[in-house]
């Protein structure tokens, strides 16, 4: 059974930082691709980042370029996102997701909260 589980969210101010953990289980993830989305209170989930399987390559939303970093663990199993100046728009819930490709990312977490206040 596949299983990726985040943490790390809360409440923080604008211009703070928060660093936000996932961890798959279940299924060999060292060669998976791995991604961060978001979805605010009444919009849709929108793409954040994603790191192909060796970490090698990224890519962003332009919201949030230049103030998160999306990164890959040791053992290839775990993903973070380092979340830098965070702004109140980008208050949301944050999902964890790995597949195959970064254009095949089946598998998701069930969010954690981020809100950030003004």
């Known amino acids: 059974q596949v299983q990726l589980v985040e943490s790390g969210g809360g409440l923080v101010q604008a211009g703070g930082s928060l660093r936000l953990s996932c961890v798959a289980s279940?299924?060999?993830?060292?060669?998976?691709?791995m991604g961060w989305f978001r979805q605010a209170p009444g919009k849709e989930r929108e793409f954040v980042a994603t790191?192909?399987?060796?970490?090698?390559?990224?890519v962003y939303a332009d919201s949030v370029k230049g103030r998160f970093t999306i990164s890959r663990g040791n053992a290839k199993n775990s993903v973070y996102l380092q979340m830098n100046s965070l702004k109140p728009e980008d208050t949301a819930v944050y999902y964890c997701?790995?597949?195959?490709?970064?254009?095949?990312?089946?598998?998701w977490g069930q969010g954690t909260q981020v809100t950030v206040s003004s």
């Open positions: 790191i192909n399987w060796s970490g090698g390559s990224t």
């Open positions: 279940g299924r060999i993830f060292n060669t998976y691709a």
């Open positions: 997701a790995a597949g195959p490709a970064v254009a095949q990312l089946s598998y």
